[in-house]
């Protein structure tokens, strides 16, 4: 399976906002007959007892009669997951304490592909694709134009949810099951993960995320304005340029190498330090996720190893030096020379390089994942 998003047109945002009003309103009667469930039965109602409560609503509601399976589904899921009697409600009213974002989610047999075309030439040419979703007996289809980026007609859709970010924007969230899987490289690399750069490969290629501190100070001034929707949109755009950037990082090192070697880290140890924005920064746990499944569809090999002492060692004579980066008194040294061979050694490209040798110590020792 693999989730493709994609952008829909802000025309259709009215229509969208209906549906997720009726959808919300099947959430909440859910949430409310699972609680007189409880006290009556003395256990939690499960997905397919609600299925009797809200069969025929949807022709009522403009809701397919799967979409109504999905959200009792979800209900029952999120309440047993929580334990708690009763989850949050959910309203579209901007100025309600239990305000959510739209959510509406669609099986199979309701979605259907319309067509794909393509709008400009040459540079300025984008494609666009229309898909078409059933609301129940009785009630017209939603059509909705999606930017197309991954050209969907290549695809076969299983499952989609359309959901609502924060600035109001709508996006298809669609799960496929057929796509072409990309071919991995033939090189090796080994990767140091840090919080002045987020990522160093053994070759001396690097990641930065710190750009994103470009905005903080016209984000500052809308939190002092109290300019709430400007604050909305700065910390998507954040969000969205390190998610960019670490996509194309990712992805070029899945494309150029048959092998990966990577620093085992746990950010939660970081997370009560001094350190803790420049790991949040850094955003190593969205790393590790993309190259995860990235080497997956590629057939890439990942390889995540102990980097004790990867900083101190010398990757030329494999000895540790007097002079070498020791604990965090030794974080402001970026480069140190080798007192046993005299080799200068980039801090993070060092420790890069030792991460790619127990990478390959352990291929040869025999990995599970051979």
């Not at 305000?99 to 979605?111: D, E, M, N, T, V």
């Not at 090189?187 to 490969?201: F, Q, R």
Request: proline share 2%; charged share 25%.
């Amino acid at each position: 399976m693999k989730t493709l998003k994609f952008r829909i047109y802000d025309r259709h945002k009215d229509q969208l906002v209906k549906i997720a009003s009726a959808v919300n309103f099947v959430w909440n009667y859910v949430n409310d007959l699972g609680c007189r469930w409880l006290d009556r039965h003395h256990k939690f109602m499960s997905a397919y007892d609600c299925h009797e409560y809200t069969k025929g609503a949807g022709d009522e509601l403009g809701l397919h009669s799967q979409t109504l399976q999905v959200i009792a589904e979800t209900h029952s899921k999120s309440r047993k997951q929580f334990k708690k009697r009763k989850l949050k409600w959910r309203s579209n009213n901007p100025k309600s304490r239990c305000k959510s974002l739209g959510w509406i989610p669609f099986k199979r047999p309701a979605i259907k592909h319309v067509r794909t075309y393509q709008v400009g030439k040459g540079r300025n040419a984008r494609h666009k694709t229309v898909l078409q979703f059933s609301c129940g007996k009785g009630n017209p289809p939603l059509l909705i134009t999606v930017f197309d980026q991954y050209d969907l007609s290549l695809y076969k859709i299983n499952t989609c949810e359309l959901v609502q970010d924060s600035r109001g924007r709508w996006y298809a969230c669609i799960t496929v099951k057929d796509f072409a899987n990309s071919k991995c490289g033939t090189g090796l690399v080994g990767l140091d993960l840090g919080c002045k750069t987020a990522i160093t490969c053994s070759n001396g290629n690097k990641l930065e995320t710190k750009f994103t501190h470009k905005y903080a100070e016209k984000l500052a001034k809308a939190q002092r304005a109290n300019k709430k929707n400007l604050v909305r949109s700065i910390h998507a755009k954040i969000k969205n340029s390190r998610l960019d950037a670490i996509h194309k990082f990712t992805t070029n090192l899945v494309k150029h190498n048959a092998f990966i070697a990577l620093g085992k880290l746990n950010s939660s140890n970081f997370t009560s330090t001094n350190l803790a924005k420049s790991v949040y920064d850094a955003s190593w746990f969205e790393l590790k996720r993309q190259l995860e499944y990235k080497c997956e569809y590629a057939g890439c090999l990942l390889e995540e190893v102990d980097e004790k002492y990867t900083t101190q060692t010398c990757s030329h004579c494999l000895n540790i030096s007097s002079n070498s980066p020791k604990g965090r008194a030794g974080l402001g040294i970026r480069e140190w020379t080798c007192s046993h061979c005299g080799t200068t050694h980039d801090r993070d490209v060092n420790g890069a390089k030792n991460i790619l040798r127990l990478g390959c110590q352990t291929l040869v020792a025999g990995s599970p994942l051979l």
